[in-house]
């Protein structure tokens, strides 16, 4: 059974970081690619950044660049954001996803419950 256990949201003042983590489990081989989504209030979900796990090769969203950083153990099929000089407008639940097959971000993939992020002025 495929588990994906987030943590790390919470509430941060304009400037302000914080650290998001993401643990996959439930299959005997590495993911082909793993992510984080974002939903904001009365917007739909986007995309904020993914790696690929064979090279790590990461793609980032425009409005994250330079302010989000994605790391990985390996070894913990885990996922770290680490999101500094945070906006307003970075407040969101931010998703997890797995895609273990390369089949993209559809119904394939699978999600993590959602963690708020609040970000105050």
């Known amino acids: 059974q495929v588990r994906l256990i987030e943590s790390g949201g919470g509430l941060v003042q304009v400037g302000g970081s914080l650290r998001l983590s993401c643990a996959a489990s439930g299959r005997t081989f590495s993911p082909y690619a793993m992510g984080w989504f974002r939903r904001a209030p009365g917007k739909e979900r986007e995309f904020v950044v993914i790696?690929?796990?064979?090279?790590?090769?990461?793609s980032y969203a425009d409005s994250v660049k330079g302010r989000f950083t994605l790391s990985r153990d390996n070894a913990k099929n885990t996922i770290y954001l680490q999101m500094n000089s945070l906006e307003p407008e970075d407040t969101a639940i931010y998703y997890c996803?797995?895609?273990?097959?390369?089949?993209?971000?559809?119904?394939?993939?699978?999600w993590g419950q959602g963690t708020q992020v609040t970000v105050s002025s």
């Open positions: 790696i690929r796990w064979s090279g790590g090769t990461t």
């Open positions: 996803a797995v895609d273990w097959t390369g089949a993209g971000w559809g119904t394939n993939a699978y």
